[in-house]
């Protein structure tokens, strides 16, 4: 069995700011997605660490960036959840100006994933993700994640929408089923993200 790189990601540090993330030097991936879409389980589930992403639903935990290293050149990024409700409309504007910045300038971003609900992919905020990773030409994983609430012919034919439309609008993203409740996926998205982080 292949030993998983992921499982050795540990916390550093909370980011309000860019300037407080450490330098943009080596290879990170950037996890983004609505809040309540799965993306603190997702990151768990890939690392191998029920506890290492906050699962909890307070914002005031979750407005954060937050770098978790898997060495001292390696990092996974998590960005802070889209769509709180009672995120104040300062913190939401401060967040858009920080975030974009963050996807224009970081030359250490060597992809996002970008983690979707199933049942519910492709909303606004995914699409300006997406129309972002296509302008830049990054790399994109969307984690079609909790799979597992969808029968396998629902699973499917979500499956082939949504990589249907990035063939048209993302050519530089793809797609894969995911449930952090049944660990289906897990390994298809470490090799693509293995992929990512240590071709160079
Ligand atoms: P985040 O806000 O995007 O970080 O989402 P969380 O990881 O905190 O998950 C939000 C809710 O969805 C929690 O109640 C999780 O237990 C649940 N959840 C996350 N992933 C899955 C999954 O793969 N399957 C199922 N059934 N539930 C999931």
């Keep these: 069995m292949q030993t998983n790189p992921f499982r050795a990601a540990h916390y550093l540090l909370n ?11 080596g290879a990170e991936i950037a996890f983004a997605g609505r809040s ?8 768990n589930t890939i690392c191998d660490q029920q506890g290492l992403a906050r699962t909890s639903k307070t914002p005031g935990r979750t407005q954060q960036i937050v770098v978790f290293p898997l060495d001292d050149t390696h990092r996974l990024i998590d960005l802070p959840g889209y ?20 996807l224009r300038t970081r030359e250490s971003l060597r992809g996002i994933v970008l983690v979707m609900d199933a049942r519910h992919p492709l909303r606004e905020f995914d699409r300006m993700m997406l129309e972002f990773s296509a302008a830049t ?4 994983l969307c984690l079609l994640t909790k799979s597992d609430k969808l029968s ?29 409740l049944q660990k289906s996926g897990v390994d298809a998205a470490r090799s693509t ?7 160079d």
């Design 193 to 199: 993200l293995a992929g990512w982080l240590f071709a």
């Design 15 to 25: 980011a309000h700011r860019l300037d407080q993330l450490p330098a943009d030097a």
């Design 36 to 43: 309540n879409a799965g993306k603190s389980s997702a990151l």
């Design 83 to 102: 769509g709180y409700a009672k995120v104040p409309e300062k913190l939401r504007a401060h967040w858009r100006e920080v975030l974009d910045k963050y």
């Design 152 to 180: 396998r012919g629902e699973a499917a034919r979500t499956l082939l929408a949504v990589k249907k439309e990035l063939a048209t609008n993302a050519p530089e993203a793809s797609a894969q089923l995911f449930s952090s």
């Design 137 to 140: 030409g990054r790399r994109a």
